[in-house]
């Protein structure tokens, strides 16, 4: 999510069957979308049943899990606590933080990584997305970090640039929730709602790559592989490597403006001088 999507960008795109569901425990795996059957004897006893229910749906990504259920208030020493987990992560500094601007999130940093970065998010706006509690925001703030680690790394296998760091920025979401058990559920549901740009792939894809960030750590996890980051990038072309082919075609099916819609434009009122005016009409005339 950056300065160039707004709320309008987006859609409702939600596709059940061609979603994965995450590792609930970073050791344990679901097969199914089911509550698994909750053994009397384990220790899961020990948990309250909504907080249970709660930690189980809180990785799903619809719509009424992202905007009714889950939502918190939180401290901003908290969110400082969790950024600075973060950059500690990708060993960057702390960066400028900039509450309330006319966009949901973006980040502007130097090629210095030394220098720092801002951050500018909307927090308002974030909550209408479903971005309403400590870890939907927490990744939001991983994503727009990670466009800062990724400045200087070469992502190859896909032919627009923007879109590989974009996914990238999404896997590292995933890594981030995968090794420290964060929820992924609320940020899922909002960037699959998200149009696809030149700048910026669909929902769909973005959803994906954060399943791969997740299921590349639980992978390391099981090897007995501390995740960091250096690690992560393996897996992030490995990602981009496997899916070189629906995230081209995807671009490639992206098509340009109709030139019918420069006609609809009303140019009665503007003079006979204008340039734009004479253009039009000599579109028009050749048509």
């Given at each position: 999510m950056t300065d160039k999507q707004t709320q309008s960008n987006f859609i409702d795109c939600y596709d059940p069957e061609n979603r994965q569901i995450e590792n609930v425990f970073a050791e344990v795996e679901f097969c199914d979308n089911t509550v698994p059957v909750v053994n009397l004897d384990s220790s899961i006893v020990s948990i309250e049943s909504n907080d249970f229910y709660k930690y189980i749906r809180r990785h799903k990504d619809n719509i009424f899990n992202a905007l009714f259920y889950d939502k918190e208030d939180y401290s901003e020493d908290i969110l400082r606590e969790r950024?600075?987990?973060?950059?500690?992560?990708?060993?960057?500094p702390f960066p400028i933080l900039i509450d309330k601007p006319q966009n949901?999130?973006?980040?502007?940093?130097?090629?210095f990584s030394e220098l720092g970065s801002e951050i500018r998010f909307n927090v308002e706006m974030?909550?209408?997305?479903?971005?309403?509690?400590?870890d939907a925001f927490d990744a939001v703030m991983c994503h727009e970090?990670?466009?800062?680690?990724?400045?200087?790394?070469?992502?190859?296998?896909?032919?627009?640039?923007?879109?590989?760091?974009?996914?990238?920025?999404?896997?590292?979401?995933?890594?981030r929730c995968a090794s420290k058990l964060r929820a992924s559920g609320k940020y899922k549901y909002a960037v699959s709602r998200?149009?696809?740009?030149?700048?910026?792939?669909?929902?769909?894809?973005?959803?994906?790559?954060?399943?791969?960030?997740?299921?590349?750590?639980?992978w390391m996890i099981s090897k007995g592989i501390k995740p960091d980051a250096e690690s992560s990038l393996l897996?992030?072309?490995?990602f981009l490597c496997t899916n070189s082919k629906d995230i081209n075609n995807a671009c490639l099916s992206l098509e340009e403006p109709l030139h019918e819609e420069?006609?609809?434009?009303?140019?009665?009122s503007f003079q006979e001088t204008n340039l734009i005016k004479q253009a039009l009409k000599k579109y028009k005339s050749g048509k």
């Open positions: 950024i600075s987990e973060i950059s500690d992560f990708f060993d960057l949901l999130a973006s980040i502007t940093f130097t090629e974030l909550k209408q997305c479903g971005i309403n509690n400590i970090l990670t466009h800062q680690y990724l400045a200087n790394k070469e992502l190859n296998f896909c032919i627009n640039k923007e879109w590989s760091v974009e996914l990238g920025c999404d896997f590292f979401v995933g890594v998200m149009r696809a740009s030149f700048s910026h792939p669909n929902g769909c894809l973005r959803v994906k790559a954060v399943v791969a960030g997740f299921d590349f750590v639980n897996g992030l072309n490995f420069i006609t609809k434009i009303e140019i009665s």
